[in-house]
């Protein structure tokens, strides 16, 4: 079974600001993805970046970028120019490559890390 | 289109009550899945389905069940509410079961007395 920790449950950075956000996890798996979901006030699950457990390079999507350690397990975000709409949970997910058991695409959550963006 | 809608946004229910949170897509996705959201955790896969008439369980299934139809709506049913079934429940929907992106619905918020 996979487990995903995020150690931080609660950060805040200044508007304009730069804030990495930590996960780690643990797999037997060689080949799977990893996200990151935004989930701010409204409730609505957003995808922010993904990453491919094959791919050398460190997904970017804009002011969103991600630090990709297979060896170490570690799959951290790192958002740039903070803003105040960045306000949000921020959770860290990972997902087989492939088929799960069954046909399942399930997605296996970390516990989330609230993020406040101060003005 | 409307993507994944959920209806209600909100609901009380009283022990041994049942009722049924509707989720519905407009995407033609073969792939739809429930994941429940407890305080303090992540999503949690309840129950999935790759087509229609195809259902299977996830991680937390007990207390609930599924069925499909259709393509478009995947409803789950709760029997005999129970108050550890107050969550955030979610409904997840993806073109098919190969691919990685799934696009979520606004949420269900259920409390049981």
């Known amino acids: 079974a996979q487990t995903v920790t995020q150690s931080q449950p609660e950060m805040s950075v200044q508007e304009a600001e730069t804030v990495t956000l930590s996960c780690t996890y643990d797999t037997s798996e060689n080949n799977y993805y990893l996200f990151w979901y935004k989930q701010p006030p409204s409730r609505q699950m957003i995808l922010v970046i993904r990453q491919e457990a094959y791919k050398q390079q460190n997904a970017t999507e804009n002011r969103f970028s991600v630090n990709f350690q297979k060896a170490a397990k570690s799959f951290s975000l790192k958002i740039s120019d903070s803003q105040l709409g960045d306000t949000a949970m921020y959770f860290c997910a990972f997902m087989k490559h492939g088929r799960s058991s069954g046909s399942a695409r399930q997605l296996t959550f970390g516990s989330g890390t609230q993020l406040t963006v101060l003005p | 289109n409307a993507g994944v809608t959920q209806t209600p946004k909100f609901q009380v229910l009283k022990t041994g009550q049942s009722m049924t949170l509707q989720c519905a897509q407009d995407?033609?996705?073969?792939?739809m899945s429930w994941y429940r959201q407890d305080p303090g955790m992540g999503l949690r896969l309840i129950h999935y389905s790759v087509g229609a008439g195809i259902t299977d369980q996830g991680e937390v299934p007990n207390g609930y069940n599924v069925s499909r139809s259709t393509t478009e709506d995947f409803p789950l049913r709760l029997l005999s509410a129970a108050p550890s079934q107050t969550s955030v429940y979610f409904c997840?929907?993806?073109?098919?079961?190969?691919?990685?992106?799934?696009?979520f619905g606004p949420g269900t918020r259920l409390t049981v007395t």
């Open positions: 997840a929907s993806s073109f098919n079961s190969f691919t990685y992106e799934q696009y």
């Open positions: 995407m033609n996705h073969e792939y």
